[in-house]
């Protein structure tokens, strides 16, 4: 297979400005033109991509260090995926231990939380 055959002619998924990238896929076609195009919303889709990777790796870092499982920073991965797809404004999981995550995007950007509950509560 040649370069050539990767040869895709796309347009981005906002404003459909057609751009020639090199692709294995559709999907992965369109998502190279909207990272190229130049339009207000794909200039904010890829700003919230770029954040996005930074706040997956703080979030992973931070939840880490808090012994959080890593199947649950994986799903909070998918949940930033879901942000960066404007599908989701806020993620917050709470652990069988008490511990609360969150995850607010806010703006072009992305608030990383974590707190253990301190509240106390007796049942009789
Ligand atoms: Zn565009």
Same mark, same amino acid.
């Given at each position: 297979?040649?370069?050539?055959?990767?040869?895709?002619?796309?347009?981005?998924?906002?404003?459909?400005?057609?751009?020639?990238?090199?692709?294995?896929?559709?999907?992965?076609?369109?998502?190279?033109?909207?990272?190229?195009?130049?339009?207000?919303?794909?200039?904010?889709?890829?700003?919230?991509?770029?954040?996005?990777?930074?706040?997956?790796?703080?979030?992973?870092?931070?939840?880490?260090?808090?012994?959080?499982?890593?199947?649950?920073?994986?799903?909070?991965?998918?949940?930033?995926?879901?942000? $960066?797809?404007?599908?989701?404004?806020?993620?917050?999981?709470?652990?069988?231990?008490?511990?609360?995550?969150?995850?607010?995007?806010?703006?072009?950007?992305?608030? $990383?939380?974590?707190?253990?509950?301190?509240?106390?509560?007796?049942? $009789?």
């Amino acid at each position: 297979m040649t370069s050539e055959d990767k040869i895709r002619i796309t347009a981005c998924r906002f404003c459909g400005q057609t751009a020639m990238v090199e692709a294995d896929t559709e999907a992965e076609a369109l998502h190279e033109a909207t990272m190229r195009c130049n339009c207000d919303e794909a200039l904010r889709y890829q700003e919230i991509r770029m954040k996005a990777e930074d706040a997956g790796l703080q979030m992973s870092q931070m939840y880490k260090s808090e012994n959080v499982p890593e199947e649950i920073i994986s799903l909070m991965y998918k949940l930033i995926d879901q942000m $960066v797809e404007n599908r989701l404004q806020k993620a917050q999981l709470t652990l069988p231990n008490g511990q609360k995550l969150q995850v607010t995007l806010k703006g072009t950007g992305f608030v $990383v939380e974590h707190s253990q509950a301190e509240k106390k509560k007796v049942e $009789v």
